[in-house]
């Protein structure tokens, strides 16, 4: 759909070129020139991108009169947005130098592989998660959440990068830019709380809706679900209980968030309810 | 334009112009620099004056009202002030005008010069002087404005290039790398093993950067107990180590001993107790105090001497890498600040 002049995939392009453009700066900025971007500057720059993705993502919305969540490349694109929107208000807040770049670039890849795959973007579908409004909020909060350890699985890699720094000594490239371990592994703790927190309220509020119309439910998706949630609350356990170092409970992080973004090929399964609802409107009904 | 011009006059004498026993000659004290000004005053041949005295260098950055004898009538001043014949103040000293004069204002501010490349020391000494000279009241419009000028050259300087990054003593590396590890030292607590020079100056350092909690630990009780109570800390026998390693964070050795202070085997037993919190070993023993395979433990991370001293070796290299794209940023500056100085009519073209 188009809006102010241009059409939805052209202002989420644009976003995507500014979160590139974010990276590229940042990375030259550290690697080459050797000075950390100014936080502000890229703070900036990534807010432009998500403004210009948002209203992308709301003339997406006004096709459907809802969320924009009928396809994986939505379902991709909102879930970039979630962990730009979260590095934009809450970011600032952590103090972390590096975390815009590792954003930006974060961003800049699942955007550009997005809009890459063109099959993706299927066109003429109903909303995966039919038009109830509850259990579209359960799916934006979801979604929000696979933003969230977005960002965890971020500041997981950089703790990595930055334990391996220090024990092979290696006092170059990114590291006299990284924050410390300490930093990292405490906001590690606190993203992982917040997204198993909203996580848990998502699914909360679709068991309450599912309860009810129980022949609504698509199992695989449910179980896909289930399962991502059953593994951030084991590892929000072992790390409350510090019984993981924080080198495992790093690449945990990483790897259970790639499972989640495998998970998306459940969710990217229409509701029966959803099913319904595209046959009726085919019918004409 | 002429850039040499002896309104604006340097005279120098630093650890690049002579040896330390007769670069002392010509250190002052406070009041000493006070009694300066007022010679230099006396002369009536100088209009403003600025007077930098640090352990390493003696400065006069003046504008005299002749050019022709000014460089004279100030050596002549000083030879009365120090009581040095002119011929040795001769000898020792550098004397450098205009635009020269203005270069080596921003590398020595910068720490270009300094003995230590890089080191940030100098560019409060410089601005210390700076103040004291406004406040005795020998900064004019021209001195004035040569400073302020110099003062963002130099900042430009360090922040644009890697001049004065990294840490080059070894004490300030195993800090420096304390805070990559605990962000900030206000909550870490330090075990020192033994009492060597080194291991007391990191101690020191770590505290300087707000560690508060120490340990002291040594072979024998009674004599940690007075070098506990010198340096402050809790004294502890080194042979018990296990039982209280995990209330620190950080622990330095420079012991002398038969058996491996810390094994692999030892600190993963501990590291369960501690609840993988991060260790970090300063391993300063000669022979080595704690078996290498302690690196391999998740979040313990191990540097010996050589580790540190090569990051110092390292940070220095990349500092004197830098010193060439430093001195062509003050010497463009140099040249801009001379041209804005002859333009506002404070030194006269000639």
């Known amino acids: 759909m188009s809006l102010l002049g241009l059409e939805d995939r052209q202002w989420i392009l644009l976003a995507t070129i500014v979160f590139a ?9 550290t690697l080459k020139l050797r000075r950390s971007a100014a936080r502000p500057s890229t703070l900036l720059l990534v807010s432009v991108g998500w403004i210009l993705q948002t209203i992308g993502l709301y003339a997406r919305g006004l096709e459907y009169g809802g969320c924009p969540l009928s396809n994986r490349f939505e379902l991709v694109q909102f879930l970039v947005w979630s962990a730009i929107a979260l590095y934009i ?31 993706w973007d299927s066109a003429g579908r109903a909303p995966l998660f039919g038009d109830s409004p509850w259990i579209e909020t359960h799916a934006a909060l979801a979604l929000f959440s696979y933003g969230v350890f977005g960002i965890l699985a971020l500041t997981s890699s950089m703790y990595l990068l930055q334990s391996r720094s220090l024990k092979q000594k290696n006092m170059g490239g990114l590291f006299p830019f990284m924050p410390s371990l300490q930093e990292l592994a405490q906001i590690n703790l606190r993203l992982l709380g917040l997204g198993f ?43 409350v209980r510090e019984s993981l170092s924080y080198k495992q409970y790093s690449w945990a992080c990483i790897c259970v968030f790639a499972a989640a973004l495998l998970s998306l090929e459940a969710v990217d399964q229409p509701s029966s309810q959803a099913v319904d609802s595209l046959i009726q409107s085919s019918a004409g009904l | 334009m002429n850039s040499n011009n002896g309104e604006l006059l340097l005279i120098t004498v630093n650890h690049e112009t002579v040896p330390m026993e007769d670069r002392e000659r010509y250190s002052l004290d406070k009041d000493q620099v006070r009694k300066l000004y007022e010679t230099l005053r006396e002369t009536s041949i100088v209009d403003e004056a600025l007077i930098l ?7 006069l950055y003046s504008k005299t009202i002749d050019p022709e004898k000014g460089a004279d009538s100030i050596i002549e001043a000083l030879q009365k002030f120090y009581r040095i014949d002119a011929q040795s103040i001769r ?24 003995q230590i490349v890089g080191e940030a020391e100098i560019f409060g000494q410089v601005k210390d002087a700076y103040a004291m000279c406004q406040k005795l009241g020998y900064a004019g419009s021209l001195l004035n404005r040569l400073f302020q000028k110099g003062f963002q050259a130099a900042k430009l300087i360090r922040h644009s290039t890697s001049i004065g990054e990294g840490q080059i003593n070894i004490s300030n590396v195993a800090v420096s790398l304390s805070l990559k590890i ?22 020191k350092a770590l505290r300087s950067r707000g560690a508060k909690s120490f340990g002291v630990a040594s072979h024998s009780l009674e004599r940690t107990q007075g070098v506990a109570e010198t340096w402050g800390g809790t004294p502890r026998v080194v042979s018990e180590i296990e039982s209280y390693l995990n209330e620190y964070d950080i622990i330095i050795s420079s012991t002398e001993l038969n058996e491996p202070l810390l094994t692999q085997s030892s600190l993963e ?30 979040d313990v991370y191990l540097y010996n001497l050589d580790d540190l001293a090569k990051i110092a070796e390292d940070n220095l290299s990349e500092r004197r890498a830098a010193i060439k794209s430093s001195e062509a940023i003050a010497a463009k500056k140099s040249e801009l600040i001379w041209k804005t100085l002859v333009n506002r009519g404070l030194v006269s073209f000639r």
Request: glycine share 8%; aromatic share 10%; proline share 3%.
């Open chain 2, 269 to 298: 037993q501990l590291n369960r107790q501690r609840k993988n919190r991060p260790l970090f070993l300063i391993d300063l023993g000669l022979p080595r105090n704690i078996d290498p395979s302690c690196a391999a433990v998740d």
């Open chain 2, 182 to 203: 605990f962000g900030g030292l206000d909550h870490t607590s330090a075990l020192i093993v033994g009492t060597g020079e080194i291991g007391e100056k990191t101690a």
């Open chain 1, 21 to 29: 453009s974010a990276s590229a700066i940042g990375a030259y900025s």
């Open chain 2, 53 to 59: 005295s640090t352990c390493n260098r003696f400065e």
């Open chain 1, 89 to 119: 208000f809450v970011g600032p807040a952590f103090r972390l130098s590096l975390l815009g770049m590792f954003t930006s670039t974060f961003a800049s890849i699942f955007s550009i592989l997005s809009l890459s795959i063109s099959r």
């Open chain 1, 197 to 239: 927190a909203i996580l848990t309220t998502s699914l909360a509020i679709g068991a309450v809706y599912w309860s009810r119309e129980l022949e609504s439910v698509n199992v695989p998706k449910l179980l896909t679900t289930i399962a991502v949630w059953f593994a951030y609350g084991v590892l929000l356990f072992f790390r």
């Open chain 2, 91 to 114: 000898n020792h000293a550098v004397v450098q005008e205009g635009q020269a004069a203005i270069k080596h204002l921003i590398e020595v501010s910068a720490g270009l010069k300094s």
